[in-house]
């Protein structure tokens, strides 16, 4: 077998990370993602499976849920983006796939995205950088919220973890220039 | 321009993009007779008002959801928002 040397979505052997000022700045590759979009009338029933599987309520417009490593973004009316740790879920979509049957177009995601983690030490010093780049109204994006939006014309999702963190999930094929865009707003304000 | 998308809220136009008419919804039957004139005016004849006008926008940039959007041409005033999909059935469609 070919010995095949693995890299993150920005070319290098080792995630990157900055820090610069307050802010931390992550590349990420540890989730396994599948989006699964429910067939016509199967909302329901993709609910309920989802739940025996998971244990998640699959969230709302513009929500968040989790539930242990499981974590479910709300994309668009009845799909959603499930995400799980990749080494315990490295055939997420298969699995997925197994629990809807016909009720739900499952497909894996997990090579298609990056993920930028972004780590400040409170909200205040995490907006300035967010309203920068993005259209995200501070008062709805609280904790739990997933919004699609874009930065610099990249397709974004920005996730709400926590007080001061967020999460940037972007193209993996435009990685590089989600990571110029991030780093220089961050200088920007630091 | 602010569009007061149904599920998630006020949004920017930035994450739009607009297709035209709404009356693009009804597209004809292709196997109905006088099909070829139903098509020739569904793809031709467009009012084009200088008031309220009805349009299909896409959030392009959000949950690529399809909305009509009324608002005043003259005015850009955004009066209604509604998501294509509920106009569509509302209208009897099937999806």
Sequence with gaps: MA???????LGGTVLRHESIGALRIQEADDWALASVTARAGQAQAVS???RNLTGLDLPGPGGMA???????????PESWMLA????QAPDLAATVKRTTGAAAAVTEQTDGWVRFDILAPDDARLWPLLER???VDPARAGPGTAT???MEHLAVIVLRDGPGRAAVLGARSSAASLHHALVAAARSVA | MIIH???LGPRDAQEFTVLGDASLIDRPDGMAEGAPDAFDSYLHLRDNPAGTHRELWYHEAGDRSWLVVTRDTRTH??????????VALAAGRGR
């Design chain 1, 3 to 9: 010995d095949l040397t693995p890299i993150t979505a």
């Design chain 1, 148 to 150: 699609r939006t874009v």
């Design chain 2, 77 to 86: 005033e955004v009066m209604q928002v509604e998501l294509a999909r509920d």
């Design chain 1, 133 to 135: 780049l993005c259209n």
């Design chain 1, 84 to 87: 799980a740790p990749l080494a």
């Design chain 2, 5 to 7: 998308h149904p599920l």
């Design chain 1, 48 to 50: 309920a499976e989802i």
């Design chain 1, 66 to 76: 989790t539930a242990g490593d499981w974590r479910a973004l709300w994309l668009s």
